[in-house]
Each structure stands twice: as structure tokens, then as C-alpha cells.
């Protein structure tokens, strides 16, 4: 953990399609498919990891099922297309190698957290008999990330950047691997300067729609930029031209900035090395407005007088009689 630490953390998906059927249609042979996939997505994304030299890395953030999230420190535009790129290859390769002679497949997504605003950490205690101390949250969960002290405490990342996340990654399939607005956009500027080797591969497979995502910028149509993982099969490439919309980078450029700008827009983007200007803005702590003391602290004493100001008697009427 980075304790409060500026930075924006990319969060990539990886979920084996088909598992609940399969596991029920294998049952003696589910097992061993399933813990290459523990074992062998790893070493693929690892493998690639090395061979194009990517200096971010990727750390495992959480385990939920038949789905592995990793994380990557990026830092910049190229970051992300170059984090992008190398996960798409790690799923295409694992199905390759892995999953050939299954009915199995893979689906994923990527969304962005950054902290310590508007996204946080939060650390949670192993064992619950452990938690005797009477501070108020805030102030243990700081004390706790500090520490860093992975034997005592889980870790983890919460926030609307990670909720409006598995919403948008929730929308993925085989097909289609979604991303939230902000690593389309750090993806656009790479396709705008042709920065990144792969970006045109990205441009014939970027597409577009809008979806009304459940408690996601209150109601509001969210943009879901997603990449075609089948754009060269001939069937895929003429229904997409009559159902999604292939978007002009220029014009989802603006798009991206009008959506940043917009009230209660759920997520930011922070990155120290960037090209563009709205990356560089230090994000702020969202905990630190409040309290740290206990939060019982003053539940039982006598408000001042709203009136005046003044402190009241002890022995006012307190009650509505």
C-alpha cells in the first residue's frame, strides 16, 4: 500500500467465461483446468510482461471466483495503452495456449482508481479480536496503512473510480473489453499523437455506446468505450456498422473533457508524467475533511445554545417535553 500518496492505479480484469457450466459438464477434470488458470494467466502476463520490457509492472490487487484483477502504477498516457496492449495479448495468448481444447474463453475490462481522491484505501483487520483500540476510524485506518503491516491488516481500494469500474467491467464479454472513460481518453491521446506502436491496431477496434449504469453519475448515460477483441472476423466487422458506432477520435476527445468537467462525474485521472494538462492536477486526500478523533467523541455532552452560541446548563431539557 502507498498510504496517501498521489497517484492513479490502472485496474485490468480478467474472468473465464463459461466456468459455472463447464465445472457442472467436468466433473472430475474442473479442477486442474482451474488452477492453471490461478497459475498459467500469471505467467503469461508475466512472460509478456518481460519480453516488451513494461516498467510499470502489474501486482495482484484481488482474487473474486474465476476472476483475477491486477493493478499497474501508471503514469503517463503510454502507460496505460502500453498496460492495455499487453493484458489484451496476455488474455488472446492464455485462451491460446490454455483453454484450446475447452468451451471455455475470457472476458475482461479496465477502469481507474486514483488517490488518495476521489478513491481510497481502506485496511481491515485479520483478526477481528485484534481491533480494541477506541480512536475513531479515520485515524486507525490511516495508523493501519502507514504500518504497512500485511500480516496484521487486509488492504484494499474503495471509491466511486472502483465502483463505476465493475460496472463498466460487468459489461465486458468474449468480444467486447470495456474500459471507463478515463483509460479510453488516455488511450485517445495516444491514438491523437500515434505515440504508442500499437495505438492504430486499438483504432480499427475502438468501439462506442452509452450505457445507465446503476448509481453511476446520478443516472446519467455513461460513455463505455470498449475494444473489439474479434473486429477482424468479416461476420463481427458488418454488424458492428449498423450497431455501434465507431468514434472520431477528435470528437471523443471532447467528449472526455466535457464529461470531466460535468457535476458529479465519479472518477479522475492523475498522471505525473502525462502530455495533457488535465492529468496533472495533485488529486486531494477525500478523508482528510474528516474527523479523526472517536467518533462518539461529544455524543454525550451539552450543545451551545444555536441562538447565541453560548453554552448551555447542564441540566436543560434535552427531550421534546
Not at 495468448?93 to 481522491?117: H, N
Not at 459489461?171 to 491514438?191: D, G, K, N, P, Y
Not at 454488424?239 to 477520435?249: C, L, N, S, T, Y
Amino acid at each position: 500500500m502507498s498510504g496517501s500518496v498521489a497517484e492513479s492505479l490502472l485496474f485490468l480484469s480478467c474472468d473465464v467465461v463459461g466456468s459455472t457450466a463447464y465445472k457442472q459438464q467436468n466433473v472430475e477434470g474442473w479442477r486442474e483446468t482451474f488452477l492453471s488458470f490461478y497459475r498459467g494467466f500469471p505467467q503469461v502476463l508475466g512472460d509478456l510482461t518481460l519480453e516488451h520490457q513494461y516498467g510499470p509492472g502489474f501486482e495482484l490487487w484481488k482474487v473474486l471466483g474465476d476472476e483475477m484483477l491486477f493493478f499497474s502504477r501508471v503514469r503517463s498516457e503510454e502507460d496505460i495503452c502500453a498496460a492495455v496492449s499487453l493484458w489484451l495479448k496476455a488474455m488472446d495468448k492464455y485462451e491460446t495456449d490454455y483453454l484450446r481444447d475447452t468451451s471455455l474463453s475470457t472476458k475482461g475490462g479496465g477502469f481507474i482508481g486514483t488517490f488518495p481522491g476521489p478513491d481510497s484505501q481502506s485496511s481491515i483487520p485479520r483478526d477481528p479480536t485484534t481491533e480494541v483500540s477506541d480512536k475513531g476510524v479515520v485515524e486507525l485506518n490511516h495508523e493501519a496503512i502507514k504500518s504497512s503491516d500485511g500480516k496484521k491488516f487486509l488492504y484494499d481500494y474503495f471509491g466511486p473510480g472502483i465502483d463505476t469500474g465493475f460496472r463498466v467491467v460487468a459489461a465486458s464479454s468474449q468480444r467486447l473489453f470495456t474500459m471507463t472513460l478515463e483509460v479510453a481518453w488516455a488511450m485517445l491521446i495516444c491514438l491523437w499523437d500515434k505515440t504508442h506502436k500499437h495505438i492504430e491496431d486499438h483504432e480499427r477496434a475502438l468501439l462506442f455506446e452509452t450505457r445507465s449504469l446503476k448509481g453511476v453519475w446520478n443516472g446519467r448515460e455513461y460513455p463505455i468505450f470498449s475494444i473489439d477483441r474479434q473486429c477482424a472476423d468479416p461476420v463481427n466487422a458488418a454488424i458492428e456498422g449498423m450497431m455501434r458506432q465507431k468514434p472520431d477520435v477528435e470528437a471523443a476527445l471532447k467528449l472526455c473533457v466535457a464529461c470531466a468537467e460535468s457535476a458529479m462525474w465519479p472518477s479522475k485521472l492523475y498522471l505525473p508524467n502525462a502530455k495533457t494538462k488535465e492529468f496533472h492536477e495533485v488529486p486531494r486526500d477525500s478523508l482528510e475533511a474528516l474527523p479523526r478523533g472517536n467518533s462518539m467523541e461529544g455524543a454525550e455532552s451539552v450543545p451551545p445554545d444555536v441562538r447565541t452560541g453560548n453554552a448551555l446548563p447542564e441540566d436543560v431539557p434535552l427531550g421534546g417535553n
